[in-house]
T-cell receptor, first 110, second 111 residues
Framework: DAGVTQSPTHLIKTRGQQVTLRCSPK?????VSWYQQALGQGPQFIFQ???????QRGNFPDRFSGHQFPNYSSELNVNALLLGDSALYLC?????????FGPGTRLTVT | QKEVEQDPGPLSVPEGAIVSLNCTYS??????FMWYRQYSRKGPELLMYTYSSGNKEDGRFTAQVDKSSKYISLFIRDSQPSDSATYLCAMTPTGGFKTIFGAGTRLFVKA
């Protein structure tokens, strides 16, 4: 049973660039959530996708956008990168809190 | 005030000790309560999942939820060095999809 997978593992970008992160949910799950985790902090909810629609959004600017595909996989896009966007980006699948996380993508913005 | 408060520690205990980890929260709409374990540079791993109030036990782990006090706990019995990690509490409201996490408590179990 495949768990949640994310790619790439690590990424280094320059301020002002754009980045796309990818996620495949756990087998049988149709809901995907994205989180940002800064060093020493708990994950912060960015948004959740279900049936290819954004279902709820956290307190993140419009520079953060996403997409869900018919096979339930998802992408997180961040435009106009800032130094403060450096973090571990986590994807989770599941609902009502019973969520399973991927290993994350570590994004460094220089 | 944060919606979920969790002491960041670090908490250091000897091997075999009973560990108690706690979180408080302010939003009475929370109905789903979770504990995750996160090793350094890894994704969080779901340990315990509880709906509403009560206790739940799974092996060496026991989760307690007291909604009247807005307080949740995780107990680890016979702690092992492999339990050394950051423990995150998390909560989701009924009918909502936004899960709120605590800041995490760093636990060190010394052999």
């Amino acid at each position: 049973d495949a768990g949640v997978t994310q790619s790439p593992t690590h990424l280094i970008k320059t301020r002002g660039q754009q980045v796309t992160l990818r996620c495949s949910p756990k087998s049988g799950h149709d809901t995907v959530s994205w989180y940002q985790q800064a060093l020493g902090q708990g994950p912060q909810f960015i948004f959740q996708y279900y049936e290819e629609e954004e279902r709820q959004r956290g307190n993140f600017p419009d520079r953060f956008s996403g997409h869900q595909f018919p096979n339930y996989s998802s992408e997180l896009n961040v435009n106009a990168l800032l130094l403060g966007d450096s973090a571990l980006y986590l994807c989770a699948s599941g609902v009502n809190g019973e969520q399973y996380f991927g290993p994350g993508t570590r994004l460094t913005v220089t | 005030q944060k919606e979920v408060e969790q002491d960041p520690g670090p908490l250091s205990v000897p091997e075999g000790a009973i560990v108690s980890l706690n979180c408080t929260y302010s939003n009475s709409a929370f109905q789903y309560f979770m504990w995750y374990r996160q090793y350094s540079r890894k994704g969080p791993e779901l340990l315990m999942y509880t709906y509403s109030s009560g206790n739940k036990e799974d092996g060496r782990f026991t989760a307690q939820v007291d909604k009247s006090s807005k307080y949740i706990s995780l107990f680890i019995r016979d702690s092992q060095p492999s339990d050394s990690a950051t423990y995150l509490c998390a909560m989701t409201p009924t009918g909502g999809f936004k899960t709120i996490f605590g800041a995490g408590t760093r636990l060190f179990v010394k052999a």
